[in-house]
């Protein structure tokens, strides 16, 4: 492999399984204000046809864009795809953990969200891995047609 290769969280291929064949998106750090961009990738993610369920402790039973609140992904009771992380690099940690212990199938850490140890923790658990990156731009970029049957028009 050459140095220039990207490492094994950002690898498109990757990146295109997980937005493929994910439809349960389970996000983390949740935040019911619009300038957020929680907010805004929830919005985008829910208009392709995703079913997002909005996770943060401090806003559990309330609604986000329509959608209840969870306080923890273990309050989550359908299986998840993918775990969306809008937490800090050091928190993103016990998040990970969490995607591995309710048997998520990916593990997605927004731009700036970079934690190599668990994102080798969820790697080696068995989960597709997505570092450093944002769905809102890559479904675009990469032409995905999202999981509904409607909203794909946008792109």
């Known amino acids: 492999m050459s140095s220039s290769a990207a490492p094994f969280w950002r690898q498109e291929e990757t990146v295109r399984r997980v937005l493929s064949s994910s439809k349960t998106i389970a996000l983390v750090g949740a935040s019911p204000k619009s300038e957020r961009p929680s907010n805004r990738v929830m919005k985008f993610l829910l208009d392709q046809g995703y079913d997002v369920i909005p996770i943060n402790p401090g806003l559990a039973g309330r609604t986000i864009h329509g959608q209840s609140v969870c306080g923890s992904l273990g309050e989550v009771n359908v299986p998840i795809d993918m775990v969306d992380v809008f937490r800090n690099s050091e928190a993103a940690g016990g998040v990970v953990d969490e995607a591995i212990a309710v048997n998520a199938r990916s593990v997605w850490l927004q731009i700036g969200v970079i934690n190599e140890d668990a994102a ?36």
Do not use: F, W, Y
Request: hydrophobic share 35%; net charge negative; aromatic share 0%.
């Open 120 to 155: 080798q923790r969820a790697k080696d658990a068995g989960l597709d891995v997505v570092m450093d990156a944002c769905p809102a731009i890559e479904v675009p970029r990469l032409g995905i047609q999202g999981q509904g049957s409607e909203g794909n028009s946008k792109l």
